[in-house]
């Protein structure tokens, strides 16, 4: 059973920094893709960050320079490290592993909170 595990959440002052987690189980996860995605009230879920089973990353365009994606193959885990927060950042924060045949291998945890306000 595979099984996505965030944890690192929180609520964080404006300007601050939070560092997220998502353990990997059931899966070798060097062999996936790895993303963050978030979903704020009202809104659609959205792509943070991604870096692939071959080590290369990428960032949606607000959260470049800010944001940083890093896996942890040995331990089955991806991190999302956040600085220079901002109120709009708040959301919930999604772990996704995913290969080809996505229709098949595609894996999402449950969300962590991170809220950012004063």
């Known amino acids: 059973q595979v099984q996505l595990v965030e944890s690192g959440g929180g609520l964080v002052q404006p300007g601050g920094s939070l560092r997220l987690s998502c353990v990997a189980s059931?899966?070798?996860?060097?062999?996936?893709?790895m993303s963050w995605y978030r979903q704020a009230p009202g809104k659609q879920r959205e792509l943070v960050a991604a870096?692939?089973?071959?080590?290369?990353?990428n960032y949606a365009g607000s959260m470049k320079g800010r944001f940083t994606i890093s896996r942890d193959n040995a331990k089955n885990t991806v991190s999302l490290h956040m600085n220079s927060l901002k109120p709009e950042d708040t959301a919930v924060y999604y772990c996704n592993a995913r290969r080809f045949p996505t229709l098949k291998y595609n894996y999402w945890g449950q969300g962590t909170q991170v809220t950012v306000s004063s």
């Open positions: 870096t692939t089973s071959g080590g290369s990353t």
């Open positions: 059931g899966i070798i996860s060097n062999n996936y893709d």
